[in-house]
């Protein structure tokens, strides 16, 4: 399994940013959201899906990254410069935990589900989850229970159950205005 933190350390497309975290005890979220708006980047990051190129990192885009308590999965929502969703990216995962700074990770388990703006549905990564079990990084339960919670993910977007996609974009706004106060107040 990868292990991956909230605060992307290593992200070296991105030159400059602002973060923000805050754990929500709600109605519609238990957990920890994580805003990295992106400023500036070296270059912009351009992925295929369903055919169609969508650019998912250029300067002035945000990254909501939620650790839903209790699941097995974590939702990253990208938004555009405009605060428009672009794409819901969520990985299927074993653990989840704090640094001892307090910065959330996952044990990525290497399954992805991704959710278009046009909510198209699509099962990524699979090659990658066959490769981890046949070298040895992870067991057949890991296997398994990555399709498992992926079907079950599957199954409530089909069902519109998964109402956490649309409250990261309340989220997105509360955690957003957060960013923008702490700016303002570093500057006057």
Not at 102 to 127: A, F, H, Q, R
Not at 166 to 185: G, P
Request: charged share 30%; net charge negative.
């Amino acid at each position: 399994m990868k292990r991956k933190f909230a605060d992307r350390p290593n992200w070296k497309r991105v030159l400059s940013r602002a973060m923000i975290s805050e754990r929500f005890d709600n109605d519609a979220f238990v957990g920890y959201a994580v805003l990295i708006n992106i400023e500036r980047v070296r270059e912009a990051l351009w992925v295929e899906l369903g055919g169609k190129k969508q650019c998912v990192v250029d300067n002035g885009y945000s990254w909501l990254t939620l650790f839903p308590e209790g699941e097995s999965y974590v939702v990253t929502a990208m938004f555009d410069n405009y605060g428009e969703v672009v794409q819901w990216y969520i990985d299927i995962c074993r653990d989840m935990g704090f640094t001892d700074k307090g910065i959330p990770w996952y044990d990525d388990l290497y399954l992805d589900v991704i959710i278009s703006s046009d909510n198209k549905v699509s099962l990524i990564d699979e090659d990658d989850l066959a490769l981890a079990l046949k070298q040895n990084i992870i067991n057949q339960d890991d296997f398994d229970f990555a399709y498992i919670e992926a079907n079950k993910l599957m199954e409530q977007l089909k069902q519109n159950k998964l109402t956490l996609l649309d409250y990261s974009k309340e989220i997105y706004q509360i955690l957003q205005s957060k960013i923008e106060k702490n700016k303002h107040q570093r500057t006057v």
